[in-house]
């Protein structure tokens, strides 16, 4: 059988490609461009060096133009890079006609054409670490690298020959190995049904308590924010997508038992196997009562990352969900590129204080602002948690509510 093959840990050397369009501004591309960057260094890669390009719509055949592709190839040879990282998820054919290029020969490749969605899993593939999260990561593998077996596995495209096969054509290599792939892909899928089921009954079984999720964008602090309230060791480290695991635990507030989860982290772009792969992990956030979304009011692009978060809750049918927003790591927040007397400028806001009176000050109470590293308003929070779970549990067990 074939092994689909990622791309190798180590500082390998990187290169960052993105296109600029009616859709895509040059402020956009560069958040996406810097976003891409964390990326690679998540992956164990190093970025050198970005190249973006201005064009109507991305290039039907190579997704950038070929003179660009030129000047990119030139500079790979001239810096012996070892990756080209393309921000935006190419299609079957474009991977392999700008394959062509870097590695013209394909008997000896040795430089890596990604795109966004390619590396984000890859970085799923090195964080998988239970035998749960390894098949939802093999699934949406196979799934994004089937229609481009072809590109990986040209030198493949040759006829079987030998004793016993010449009275016909015989099957192609890459035949085979998509036949393979589907397979396996089929297998996969059913090895997850089974999974899910089981993670269904493990849900019904957690009794009568309230489940609370935690849920944002990836690497605002979610993992430490669970570690600080059920005071566990939860895997929290500063990089993209450092929990893939739902990680369940039981929390007590005061007398008030219940249950809280941290799933794993959104991101702009996220690739559609992923969705479909990870769903008993969205499963936890369906389920829930009440969503914890946590933010990192330090982002300078903080907002962008909530409306992210809250439309794929609505893609994933979890948008009725009660909700309390948590602005984490006020203690880092700072605005170094307020001007007041830029009238032309996007609305910057002088202080934390005039950040709060903005659209934040609608959410009233379903707001709380924190730091869970300095512990800065922990206490108000908790209060706040407390009485969101009480309620919630008085409403559903009318008759048991005194004890809380």
């Not at 566990?232 to 739902?246: I, P």
């Not at 479909?276 to 009562?289: A, H, I, N, Q, V």
């Not at 009011?297 to 994933?316: C, G, M």
């Amino acid at each position: 059988m074939i092994e689909i093959q990622k791309i190798a840990t180590g500082r390998e050397k990187a290169i960052l490609v993105g296109i600029i369009n009616q859709h895509q501004t040059e402020e956009k591309l560069g958040e996406y461009m810097d976003e891409l960057e964390f990326l690679t260094d998540t992956a164990g890669a190093v970025a050198v060096k970005r190249f973006s390009q201005r064009l109507e719509k991305p290039n039907a055949g190579t997704f950038i133009g070929p003179g660009k592709l030129e000047e990119l190839n030139e500079y790979v040879i001239e810096n012996e890079i070892d990756l080209v990282i393309f921000d935006d998820e190419l299609s079957p054919s474009q991977q392999r006609n700008i394959d062509k290029v870097f590695n013209p020969d394909e008997l000896n490749k040795k430089v890596k054409v990604l795109d966004r969605t390619n590396l984000i899993l890859d970085i799923f593939a090195q964080r998988a670490r239970t035998a749960h999260a390894k098949t939802q990561v093999d699934l949406a593998y196979y799934q994004y690298m089937l229609p481009r077996l072809k590109g990986m596995w040209t030198h493949l495209e040759r006829q079987r020959g030998g004793t016993g096969t010449r009275g016909g054509s015989g099957e192609k290599e890459i035949e085979t190995d998509s036949r393979i792939i589907r397979e396996r892909i089929a297998l996969l899928k059913e090895k997850l049904k089974e999974i899910d089921k089981q993670m269904a009954i493990q849900r019904k079984n957690r009794g009568e308590l309230v489940r609370v999720a935690l849920v944002g964008y990836t690497n605002v602090g979610k993992s430490t924010l669970m570690n600080l309230l059920s005071k566990s060791e939860v895997f929290a480290e500063n990089k993209l997508f450092a929990t893939l695991d739902t990680t369940v635990r039981k929390v007590v507030i005061g007398n008030l038992p219940f249950l809280l989860s941290d799933t794993v982290g959104f991101i702009r772009k996220l690739p559609t196997q992923l969705v479909e792969s990870f769903k008993s992990t969205l499963d936890e956030l369906r389920e829930s009562d009440l969503l914890l979304h946590v933010l990192d009011i330090s982002h300078p692009r903080f907002e962008e990352q909530y409306n992210v978060v809250n439309q794929t809750l609505a893609d994933i049918g979890a948008s009725d969900k009660p909700v309390i927003v948590v602005f984490n790591k006020v203690d880092n927040y700072r605005n170094p590129d307020y001007d007041p007397l830029d009238l032309l400028a996007e609305k910057k806001y002088s202080s934390l204080d005039e950040l709060k009176g903005s659209w934040m000050s609608r959410l009233g109470e379903d707001c709380i602002f924190i730091s869970a590293t300095s512990k800065i308003n922990v206490d108000t929070f908790r209060d706040i948690l407390y009485a969101r779970v009480s309620a919630i549990h008085k409403e559903r067990y009318p008759y048991n509510h005194f004890l809380y």
